[in-house]
């Protein structure tokens, strides 16, 4: 059952309280889940002016999750989230104008939102914003203004979008056109990085760009999963559904040897679970010390789940002695990554736990 305190603190009126209750019954957290309470406690929440619990029922209406498709529920919520100051709501928003898919076009709405969200440093914004400039949509077009948010792009984005912004010019998919030399470019500077799909990607349009056939989508595709980068998801990816099948199968030591399989392949999900495992002592023999450590390394490669614990175990000095900085920024971290009950967590240390982890971290989402 969700703790007390956090209905207690709902039914009182905490919107942040009320955010994590719709989470947890939308995600299974501690509570069997329940579509109908989550959509009722997200919708409570933002009746309060929780701007990411808008934000969350923009992306429930318009991917059909946990309620039906609903594209004017979708774009209510959407404009509710974007007005509220979420990067992200206003990125999208700012695409729902420039493609006229569900909102009337109108190039200069989607340019306003989308500059918006670019001021606030979502890369992937910073980068569209100078796409219009460059392109003159929405405003007037401006080259200097397009490299000075390129170049922003370049020093806020990663690998992975800066592959997606390759493939999108590539390709001409989400609202850009085909460019392969500024697709060139952009996965160049992914490849740069390290980043494998770039790198192909790269090798690829340089070489039609020299006179070469130019690959088809499906063709690129054909080429990526041959790369060890994706070879080694999907065998993470593997690991970790046959380790969830076995463990409901009640075949705990195929679980424990498909969860280290998948954590040695840098799987977070898995070596939370592992850490889970020994803590209560499933298949191995209880170690707390080997738990703490599986838990720390889980947080360290992304588990929000392990962020979200590692707070709670330094708020309540379980295990580790009390620090409340400790447990503050393994919260802001957990409620970076989408574990949504670390708002409410935030919310009892400080008024605006929203804007505290907006200016924490940034998400690089297209």
């Not at 104008?97 to 190039?107: F, H, M, V």
């Not at 850490?275 to 499933?282: I, T």
């Amino acid at each position: 059952m969700a703790e007390k305190k956090m209905i207690h603190d709902a039914e009182a009126g905490n919107p942040y309280a009320r955010l994590g209750l719709a989470y947890m019954y939308h995600h299974g957290k501690n509570v069997d889940p329940c579509p109908e309470k989550a959509i009722k406690w997200y919708i409570r929440s933002a009746e309060l002016g929780c701007s990411r619990a808008k934000w969350e029922l923009a992306k429930i209406y318009r991917d059909g999750t946990i309620a039906e498709k609903d594209n004017k529920k979708f774009t209510t919520y959407l404009k509710a989230a974007a007005e509220s100051g979420i990067p992200e709501a206003k990125a999208e928003l700012g695409l729902e104008y420039l493609s006229g898919t569900n909102l009337e076009k109108d190039a200069v709405l989607a340019f306003r939102w989308m500059h918006s969200a670019a001021v606030q440093g979502n890369p992937a914004a910073q980068f569209m914003t100078g796409y219009m400039y460059g392109k003159g949509i929405g405003t007037d077009q401006n080259i200097p203004k397009m490299e000075q948010w390129y170049t922003k792009a370049r020093l806020k984005g990663g690998g992975e979008l800066f592959y997606r912004i390759g493939r999108n010019l590539e390709y001409g998919l989400s609202n850009v056109e085909v460019d392969l030399l500024e697709a060139s470019m952009w996965y160049k500077t992914g490849a740069d990085k390290g980043h494998e799909l770039c790198i192909v990607s790269w090798q690829s349009v340089f070489s039609a760009l020299d006179g070469g056939r130019h690959d088809t989508i499906e063709e690129r595709e054909h080429k990526l999963v041959k790369t060890d980068v994706v070879k080694e998801k999907l065998a993470r990816e593997q690991a970790l559904t046959a380790a969830d099948r076995f463990l409901e199968a009640g075949d705990e030591e195929s679980a424990f040897n498909n969860y280290m399989l998948a954590a040695d392949l840098g799987e977070p999900t898995a070596m939370f679970t592992l850490a889970l495992m020994y803590h209560v002592g499933v298949y191995v023999k209880r170690n707390d010390n080997t738990a703490l450590e599986l838990m720390m390394k889980a947080s360290l490669a992304g588990s929000e789940d392990a962020q979200f614990t590692m707070g709670t175990l330094y708020e309540e000095g379980r295990v580790l002695k009390e620090s409340h900085e400790e447990a503050i920024k393994y919260y802001t971290m957990a409620a970076a990554n989408g574990y949504l009950a670390a708002y409410y967590r935030l919310s009892l240390y400080m008024g605006h736990p929203e804007i505290h982890v907006r200016n924490s971290a940034v998400a690089v989402r297209w």
